[in-house]
């Protein structure tokens, strides 16, 4: 029986998705906003923090861009 439980767990784990780093999530922010979202309905997703991460490095990319689009520089 624990090793039923074991390899159920095992399939289960195998059939995720992988988790996601908060580069991946910067680079997509779509994604970053919908797994925050998710998380903060109570969701649990292992890449929660990572979203969040993501979402705040893109947001912080984008006032860099418009910081340096204000100023002149390429």
Known sequence: ????????????????SPERTAAEFAADPEAAVKTVAECDRGAR???CLAAREGMAEARRRERM????RTIGEP
């Open 1 to 16: 029986m624990k090793r039923l439980v074991g390899l159920a767990g095992l399939l289960a784990a195998a059939c995720s």
């Open 65 to 68: 861009d418009a910081y340096a």
């Open 45 to 47: 997703h292992p890449d």
